[in-house]
């Protein structure tokens, strides 16, 4: 069965500081994988998502960057955090139905 | 693009009691409509679905309800329990490759015991 994968599981990061969060999946092959913000107490937003290995589409213009390196493996980054960078991200996954699933997120918190 | 609207933004209900959530799409070409239940810290879970050809799909104490006409669909709960408790949110998918979803912006629900 398929397993989603996100570390770390909280981050505290002082403003200005570079930001890197890891998903993998595992259990099947060529997913579409993307990335999702939630502030707090508010709905998802697509922040990135991703049809292939090297293949990444932006949602919405910021400081943040994709990149997916591997066929199971989408990195979150960031050179600089802001303040408005904090939030619940969240990784999810889909084949070739349509259910889409998530990861077990990363708190970040930007000090 | 795809927009998305949920209402109401909370609810509260009798254990026991039925509870209704709503939800409008904007691009008649949606064809993918997801229910996701969050509680607290906790990532969302696909709880049920229902794709454009049908109209109503039924799962023991959920259902979803879709009008194409009128671009909205609904998610039902009948005997609510205080687990149900939890943010509910609907999504829409464009089409696509990529098999985007547009979220709504969330129901709180709390059933009271």
Known sequence: SQTIHQWPATLVQPVGSPLSLECTVEGTS???????RQAAGRGLQLLFYSV???QISSEVPQNLSASRPQDRQFILSSKKLLLSDS?????AWS????????GPGTRLTVT | GENVEQHPSTLSV???DSAVI????????????????????????????????????????IAVTLNKTAKHFSLHITETQPEDSAVYFC?????G?????????????????
């Open chain 1, 30 to 36: 060529n997913p579409n994988l993307y990335w999702y």
């Open chain 1, 52 to 54: 292939g290995i090297g």
């Open chain 1, 87 to 91: 939030g619940f991200y969240l990784c």
């Open chain 1, 95 to 102: 084949v070739s139905s349509y259910e889409q699933y998530f």
């Open chain 2, 14 to 16: 009798q254990e026991g």
């Open chain 2, 22 to 61: 709503k939800c409008t799409y904007s691009d008649s070409a949606s064809n993918y409509f997801p229910w996701y239940k969050q509680e607290l810290g906790k990532r969302p879970q696909l709880i049920i679905d229902i794709r454009s050809n049908v109209g109503e799909k039924k799962d023991q104490r």
């Open chain 2, 91 to 95: 999504a829409a998918m464009s089409t």
């Open chain 2, 97 to 113: 490759s990529a098999r985007q979803l547009t979220f709504g912006s969330g129901t709180q629900l709390t059933v009271l015991p």
